[in-house]
Nanobody, 115 residues
Framework: QVQLVESGGGLVQAGGSLRLSCTASSVNFRFYTMAWYRQAPGKQRELVASITSSRNLNYVDSVKDRFTISRDNAKNTVYLEMSSLKPEDTAVYYC?????????WGKGTLVTVSS
């Protein structure tokens, strides 16, 4: 069983920045496609950004040019750098790891952006 542990959430003013981290327990981390999802109150969970093992990147349109996903395989960690945050970015952010059709989820970290 792979464990994903997120950190870095918190309260920030609009226009501010935060960095989320997610550390995985798997020794095969470098082979995983890693992603960040978010779920705002009353809304469905949505994919925010993903990074493959070969570092191909994908972003939802609403965060392009504001968020950056990256990974450090030596630390088994994936990051989400968030800047120019908006109140609509308020959500619980979940880390996701996927390999060979099997998915793992973290418990989530809350990001609150005040106006």
């Amino acid at each position: 069983q792979v464990q994903l542990v997120e950190s870095g959430g918190g309260l920030v003013q609009a226009g501010g920045s935060l960095r989320l981290s997610c550390t995985a327990s798997s020794v095969n981390f470098r082979f995983y496609t890693m992603a960040w999802y978010r779920q705002a109150p009353g809304k469905q969970r949505e994919l925010v950004a993903s990074i493959t093992s070969s570092r191909n990147l994908n972003y939802v349109d609403s965060v392009k040019d504001r968020f950056t996903i990256s990974r450090d395989n030596a630390k088994n960690t994936v990051y989400l750098e968030m800047s120019s945050l908006k109140p609509e970015d308020t959500a619980v952010y979940y880390c996701n790891g996927r390999l060979s059709g099997i998915e793992y989820w973290g418990k989530g970290t809350l990001v609150t952006v005040s106006s």
